[in-house]
C-alpha cells in the first residue's frame, strides 16, 4: 500500500512539474531543434537571429510567461529562458528599439491597444513578479519605442466598483 501511494505521489509532482511555466519550457543546450518541437509542441513564433533562430513559446494573452529557445546554425538549443520579468523588460532601450526588437525579444503582446492620450499604439504584455503585472510598450507612429513601464493589473478591479 505504502509503495503504491508513493508512486501516485511522484506521479503527481512529475506532472505538477511538466506544467509548471516556470519549469515546463526548459531546454537543455544542445538539444536538437526536432526534439524540442517533439516535447514543447509548435512555437508560437519563430524569429531568425544571426546565429541561428529562436523559437518563441508565449502563453499571452491571459498567460503571464513567455520562453525563447535559441538555436544555434545547426539547430541546436544554445539556451532557454523565461523573459517576462523586469530584469528583461528594462532590458527595453527609449527611442533606439522599435516593435520589431520588443517582439524578437518578448514575443507577441497580450493586447495592442490605442488611447486618445498617446499617438501610436501601445502593446502591453502581461506578467507576474509576486502580483499580477502588466507592462506597456509606447510606440509612435514609426513603430519607435517612446515609453515603457510596468503597473499592476487590479483582476476583479470591475467587480470592486459595483
Same mark, same amino acid.
Given at each position: 500500500?505504502?509503495?503504491? &501511494?508513493? #508512486?501516485?505521489?511522484?506521479?503527481? =509532482?512529475?506532472?505538477?512539474?511538466?506544467?509548471? !511555466?516556470?519549469?515546463? @519550457?526548459?531546454v537543455?543546450?544542445?538539444? !536538437?531543434?526536432?526534439? &524540442?518541437?517533439?516535447?514543447? %509542441?509548435?512555437?508560437?513564433?519563430?524569429?531568425?537571429?544571426?546565429?541561428?533562430?529562436? =523559437? /518563441?513559446?508565449?502563453?499571452? *494573452?491571459?498567460?503571464?510567461?513567455?520562453?525563447?529557445?535559441? =538555436?544555434?546554425?545547426? %539547430?541546436r538549443?544554445?539556451? +532557454?529562458r523565461?523573459?517576462?520579468?523586469?530584469?528583461?523588460?528594462?532590458?527595453?532601450? &527609449?527611442?533606439?528599439?522599435?516593435?520589431a526588437?520588443?517582439?524578437?525579444?518578448?514575443? !507577441? !503582446?497580450?493586447?495592442?491597444?490605442?488611447?486618445? +492620450?498617446?499617438?501610436? *499604439?501601445?502593446?502591453? @504584455?502581461?506578467? @507576474?513578479? %509576486? +502580483?499580477?503585472?502588466?507592462? $506597456? &510598450? @509606447? =510606440?509612435? /507612429?514609426? +513603430?519607435?519605442?517612446?515609453? #515603457? $513601464? /510596468?503597473?499592476?493589473?487590479?483582476?476583479?478591479?470591475?467587480?470592486?466598483?459595483?
Amino acid at each position: 500500500m505504502t509503495k503504491i &501511494v508513493l #508512486a501516485a505521489f511522484l506521479a503527481a =509532482l512529475l506532472a505538477a512539474c511538466a506544467g509548471n !511555466p516556470l519549469t515546463g @519550457y526548459a531546454v537543455q543546450p544542445g538539444t !536538437p531543434r526536432d526534439a &524540442v518541437i517533439a516535447r514543447l %509542441g509548435q512555437p508560437t513564433r519563430v524569429v531568425r537571429l544571426p546565429e541561428g533562430e529562436r =523559437l /518563441q513559446y508565449s502563453l499571452q *494573452p491571459m498567460g503571464q510567461y513567455a520562453w525563447m529557445v535559441d =538555436l544555434d546554425t545547426s %539547430g541546436r538549443v544554445l539556451g +532557454s529562458r523565461q523573459v517576462l520579468t523586469l530584469a528583461d523588460f528594462n532590458r527595453i532601450e &527609449v527611442g533606439r528599439w522599435n516593435r520589431a526588437d520588443v517582439e524578437r525579444e518578448f514575443g !507577441p !503582446p497580450g493586447i495592442v491597444d490605442v488611447v486618445a +492620450s498617446w499617438n501610436g *499604439p501601445i502593446m502591453t @504584455y502581461r506578467w @507576474y513578479d %509576486g +502580483s499580477d503585472m502588466f507592462y $506597456h &510598450v @509606447y =510606440l509612435d /507612429q514609426a +513603430s519607435v519605442v517612446r515609453r #515603457a $513601464h /510596468q503597473a499592476m493589473e487590479l483582476r476583479g478591479a470591475r467587480e470592486l466598483r459595483d
